[in-house]
């Protein structure tokens, strides 16, 4: 190499060196945009398959159930077949946990999903640090019998796993859900709206548990609330959602920020909702189209 080439090429080193790394870093997206359907769930009450159908025209490549109107197993999976879909996940009530579980973890098998999802915990199922060892207890229980089986189990969060509890000395609810069960046989599918509008910070999360989130549902807000922990205990959620829960990518929501740590979090699925819209299609279509062109 001779002297002027050797200067040039060392220029050009200093000069890329300068800059962040991430400048120059791979840019990722999201392959498999999902939906949870209970966006849609007054469509499918009266159209099961056709809601489907069009869901998939839209461009989702993934859904998550909540609730099978009355479908077999068998049907239902013939309808994602017919429409190029996967269903990853599903939501079943806590009473399913405790008493239909095993025939829950039979259905998964035949529908095609990998997780099951408890998406709520009554209020009265949590009133003393007793009813929430139970809770995890049963957590636990379920999130074995369905491992061994090859499925795993999860929760889902709102805002009020967030607001701190006096029967558990004080402790977030979230928090002690997530130390006191199986990392291995107990996930969580996050949020991220229900915890950004709690005031927390996905991200602190995703650092302390990695890999613990592989499920995430994605909706946005127009404004985020910024609740006292007092404020927060009484909150019902019902005004944010009526006047405030919008479209991905229309609201106050950093997604590139939250998805640029998804591999830290273990993300592998990512599902649309807005718990009430006016128009649902529309909803779920702008959303999709969001999402689907988004680089982080």
């Known amino acids: 190499m001779n002297r002027r080439k050797f200067i040039e090429t060392s220029i050009s080193a200093g000069v890329l060196s300068a800059f962040p790394s991430r400048t120059f870093a791979a840019t990722h997206q999201i ?14 009450k009266s159209d099961f ?5 069009k869901v998939a ?23 994602l077949d017919s429409n190029g879909l996967a269903a990853p996940s599903c939501h079943v009530g806590y009473d399913v946990v405790q008493n239909k579980w095993p ?9 095609g999903h990998s997780f099951i999802v408890c998406p709520y915990l009554d209020q009265k199922l949590r009133k003393s640090a007793e009813d929430w060892k139970r809770i995890t207890e049963q957590f636990n229980k379920a999130g074995d019998a369905s491992k061994k089986a090859g499925i795993q189990f999860g929760y889902h969060n709102h805002w009020w796993e967030f ?7 004080g402790k977030l609810p979230y928090d002690y859900l997530l130390e006191s069960t199986d990392a291995n046989l107990v996930k969580m599918e996050m949020d991220l709206c229900w915890i950004s509008v709690a005031g927390q910070d996905p991200l602190v999360y ?3 548990y990695p890999g613990r989130f592989p499920l995430v549902h994605v909706k946005d807000c127009k404004r985020l609330p910024h609740l006292t922990p007092e404020q927060l205990a009484s909150f019902d959620g019902k005004e944010l959602i009526a006047n ?11 997604w590139k920020r939250i998805f640029a740590h998804a591999q830290e979090a273990g993300i592998q699925h990512y599902f649309v909702e807005h718990d009430s819209p006016k128009d649902a299609f529309a909803s779920i279509t702008g959303s999709y189209k969001y999402l689907s062109t988004l680089r982080f």
């Open 206 to 208: 995703f650092k302390r």
């Open 57 to 79: 025209s839209i461009g989702y490549k993934e859904v998550e159930f909540a609730g099978y109107f009355n479908h077999s197993p068998s049907e239902v999976r013939s309808i």
């Open 103 to 111: 025939e829950t973890i039979e259905a998964a098998h035949t529908i």
């Open 49 to 53: 398959a056709g809601t489907i159908a």
């Open 244 to 254: 405030d829960m919008t479209e991905v990518g229309s609201g106050v929501i950093d």
């Open 31 to 44: 392959e498999k945009v999902g939906v949870q359907l209970y966006s849609v769930r007054d469509a499918m």
């Open 163 to 169: 607001a701190p509890d006096a029967s558990l000395g």
